[in-house]
C-alpha cells in the first residue's frame, strides 16, 4: 500500500514509500489525478445509492484512468472478475484460486472451442 507523508519543513517536501521527493510538479500532477478519480469515483457511488437499486451495496468500485489519462470509476458486481487474458488461463488452474463450477468451467472451454473454430475457419477461407 503506498504511503504518502507530506513534510511543512525543508526538503524532501513528500515521502512516497519511503522515497523522498522535491519535485513539485511531480506532487501536483500526483495530488491532481488522486482528486480526478476521487470526484469520479464520489460521483459514481453518488449515482449508484441515488439509482435505488438495492445491488449497489455488495458491489465494488472499480477505479483507474484510460489510455489518454481520463479518470474513471464503475460499479462491479461483487462477483465479477477483473482478470486479462493473458492471465485468466494462470487464474484457472492456480491452486486455491478462484473456484469455478463445472457450468462455468463447460461455458469457458465451449466459447474457447468456438473462437478457435472461427479463427481456423477464417484463416482457412483466406
Do not use: Y
Request: net charge negative.
Amino acid at each position: 500500500m503506498n504511503t504518502l507523508t507530506l513534510s511543512a519543513s525543508a526538503p524532501p517536501l513528500a515521502i512516497v514509500d519511503g522515497i523522498p521527493t522535491t519535485d513539485l510538479s511531480h506532487i501536483r500532477q500526483a495530488l491532481d489525478l488522486a482528486n480526478a478519480v476521487a470526484a469520479q469515483v464520489q460521483a459514481t457511488v453518488f449515482s449508484a445509492v441515488l439509482s435505488g437499486d438495492a445491488n449497489w451495496e455488495p458491489a465494488r468500485c472499480l477505479f483507474g484512468f484510460t489510455d489518454e489519462k481520463t479518470p474513471f470509476a464503475m460499479m462491479v458486481d461483487r462477483d465479477a472478475m477483473i482478470v486479462s487474458a493473458d492471465d485468466l488461463p494462470c487464474r484457472i488452474i492456480e491452486l486455491g484460486g478462484m473456484f469455478f463450477t463445472t457450468e462455468q468451467l463447460t461455458n469457458i472451454a465451449a466459447a474457447c472451442t468456438q473462437k478457435l473454430h472461427e479463427l481456423v475457419e477464417g484463416r482457412s477461407a483466406q
